[in-house]
Nanobody, 124 residues
Framework: QVQLVESGGGLAQAGGSLRLSCAAS????????TAWFRQAPGKEREFAAA????????YVADSVKGRFTISRDNAKNTVYLQMNSLKADDTGVYYC?????????????????WGQGTQVTVSS
């Protein structure tokens, strides 16, 4: 069983940066694939980035490529999403998700555990 808690959201200006954190409980988290999804108002939840258990493999969506970076610190049971050059379109609730199965899944169905989300608002 893994519990995920996101933090680091807030208000940022366009062009600015935020770093989201996903803190996990459970000593097996270090072997979980972890991802960030986001959901804009009135839209479906969409994939943003994923990282494998070791941090050696990552994948980011085209919409955030070159601006967002996913990383993890297994000693701290934490996964991060560094968001730079923010745009108004990045506004939404950001969710952390984790799954014990291998592979960088891009769909919500791949992930068993979810956090409650953290709000990111980018003003233009």
């Amino acid at each position: 069983q893994v519990q995920l808690v996101e933090s680091g959201g807030g208000l940022a200006q366009a062009g600015g940066s935020l770093r989201l954190s996903c803190a996990a409980s459970g000593r097996t988290f270090s072997v979980y694939t972890t991802a960030w999804f986001r959901q804009a108002p009135g839209k479906e939840r969409e994939f943003a980035a994923a990282i494998n258990w070791s941090g050696g493999s990552t994948y980011v969506a085209d919409s955030v490529k070159g601006r967002f970076t996913i990383s993890r610190d297994n000693a701290k049971n934490t996964v991060y999403l560094q968001m730079n050059s923010l745009k108004a379109d990045d506004t939404g609730v950001y969710y952390c998700a984790a799954d014990p199965n291998d592979g960088l899944g891009l769909s919500r169905a791949h992930y068993e555990y979810w956090g409650q989300g953290t709000q990111v608002t980018v003003s233009s």
